[in-house]
Nanobody, 124 residues
Framework: QVQLVESGGGLVQAGGSLRLSCTAS????????MGWFRQAPGKERVFVAV????????DYADSVKGRFTISRDNAKNTVYLQMNSLKPEDTAVYYC?????????????????WGQGTQVTVSS
């Protein structure tokens, strides 16, 4: 069992930055690929970014490439999402998720554990 707790959300003006954190319980964090997803009101939860368990590979949704950076510190059981040049369309609840198995994935149902989410609101 892995418990994930996100933090770092808030209200920011367009063009600003936020850094989200997600801390995991347990001693198996380094065995999971870690992803960030987001869900805007009335919309489906969608993929944002993922980082491999070995920290040697990342992938991003086209909508955030060049603006967001995912990273992780396995010694601290924490994954981060640095969000720069934020836009109003980035407004959503952001979730981190953990996936077991050999491959990363952008697909929500392939993830085993989810955090409770943190709200990010970008004003224009």
């Amino acid at each position: 069992q892995v418990q994930l707790v996100e933090s770092g959300g808030g209200l920011v003006q367009a063009g600003g930055s936020l850094r989200l954190s997600c801390t995991a319980s347990g001693r198996t964090f380094s065995t999971y690929h870690m992803g960030w997803f987001r869900q805007a009101p009335g919309k489906e939860r969608v993929f944002v970014a993922v980082i491999s368990r070995n920290i040697d590979e990342t992938d991003y949704a086209d909508s955030v490439k060049g603006r967001f950076t995912i990273s992780r510190d396995n010694a601290k059981n924490t994954v981060y999402l640095q969000m720069n040049s934020l836009k109003p369309e980035d407004t959503a609840v952001y979730y981190c998720a953990a996936k077991s198995g050999p491959f990363m994935s952008p697909i929500t149902y392939r993830y085993d554990y989810w955090g409770q989410g943190t709200q990010v609101t970008v004003s224009s």
